[in-house]
Nanobody, 121 residues
Framework: QVQLVESGGGLVQAGGSLRLSCAAS????????MGWYRQAPGKQRELVAT???????NYADSVKGRFAISRDNAKNTVYLQMSSLKPEDTAVYYC???????????????WGQGTQVTVSS
């Protein structure tokens, strides 16, 4: 069994910063990509940022230059440093990880429970 537990959401004023964390635990053989997605009310879930195990990153255009994703592979944890936050960044942020539980089976996607980020104007 694998779990992703997020933390770090909250309420912040526009222009402020927040740091999200997501720790994977359980039966883990290896982790490929880890990343963050978000879903605003009435909208579809969208990619925010991802990072592969070797460290290749991918960002949504809307967050480039403001958000930074990082990983601590020893702790199976991914972070999202969010700066210069805007009201349009308000959403539930979900952690995602592509995890292989043992060497005999392919990896699969796991999701965290989500953490609310609210940016006030």
């Amino acid at each position: 069994q694998v779990q992703l537990v997020e933390s770090g959401g909250g309420l912040v004023q526009a222009g402020g910063s927040l740091r999200l964390s997501c720790a994977a635990s359980g039966t883990i053989f290896s982790i490929n990509a880890m990343g963050w997605y978000r879903q605003a009310p009435g909208k579809q879930r969208e990619l925010v940022a991802t990072m592969t195990s070797p460290g290749t990153t991918n960002y949504a255009d809307s967050v480039k230059g403001r958000f930074a994703i990082s990983r601590d592979n020893a702790k199976n944890t991914v972070y999202l440093q969010m700066s210069s936050l805007k009201p349009e960044d308000t959403a539930v942020y979900y952690c995602n990880a592509e995890i292989r539980s043992n060497r005999y089976y392919p990896s699969r996607d796991y999701w965290g429970q989500g953490t609310q980020v609210t940016v006030s104007s």
